[in-house]
């Protein structure tokens, strides 16, 4: 046993026997769903639908996967939504560094009423049915465009980048740059982004992560499935049941081993709709404790 557990009080121990346990029982409540999802995307589908599955696959089969392969609105939906991301990050991280850096600069005159008019926008907003008729008079309805131009900036970013402007890139670094005859617009590419790998990788992960996850936009601008994001399409399987598991293959199939398809089809597009963020994530883990507390210090 640590030898500063025994020496801690008897409240201190309680304490810490009680945080522990309750640490460990939010742990494993968030775990286990997820174990049951990959579990059950792995296994028999006669054996999810009868509920044999608790912990591990039962009866491995790749039935599910086999079937969301077939399944031609999986394809198009993974597609849009690797276009939506990449678009839409792109956007997102080049208008938060255009706003975030002017608003670091001491010099920038009137930079507090834009701050303002930024966090104004964080408490009142002119609703769902502006938006749309806003969206719908621009033309964007149905486009790629009403899925990156509604959400190209959000102000948390802007304020988080900002500030970590403020505390790493010193004004003696701009002072030395405009010397050697460097712009704003160059300081901001050559010196500013590439000092701020860590912000970069934050307000990256972010916006990534927001953009393909992305739904209810697609469900209020987008009519044509053609145009839907994977999420979309998991959101009819999921909640209104929507899909035909005739298409999903050749064979006759009867009605009970459809539905059992249908409840197995929904476990393994889960799965495939979360890998990609699972991938992504270990490559900006190590950026990401040091651009939060950085950019979340007050400027």
Partial sequence: MDIRFRNESFTDKLFTIVNAIFITVLFVSVLYPIIYIVSASFSDSQAVVSGEVWLWPVRPSLEGYTAVLDYKMVWTGFKNSVIYTIAGT??????TVLAAYPLSRKDFY???GFMFLFMFTTM????LIPNYLLVRELHMLDTVWSMIIPTALTVWNVIIARTYFQMSIPDELLE????????????VWKIVVRLSGPILAV??????????????NAMIYLKSQ????????LKDILVKN???????????????????LKTLL?????????????VVYPFVQKYLVKGVMIGSLKG
């Fill in 90 to 95: 792109a956007v997102n991280v080049l208008m």
């Fill in 110 to 112: 009137g930079k507090n």
């Fill in 124 to 127: 009142f907003t002119g609703g």
């Fill in 176 to 187: 030395a740059a405009q010397l050697d005859g460097c712009n704003d617009f160059q300081f």
């Fill in 203 to 216: 307000i990256t992960l972010y916006y990534a992560a927001a953009n393909w996850n992305q739904y209810f």
């Fill in 226 to 233: 053609h145009m839907y994001p994977l999420q979309l399409v």
């Fill in 242 to 260: 929507d899909v035909d598991v005739a298409m999903l293959s050749g064979d006759p199939m009867d009605a009970a081993r459809r539905e059992a």
């Fill in 266 to 278: 929904k476990y393994s597009l889960i799965v495939i709709s979360t890998v990609p963020l699972l």
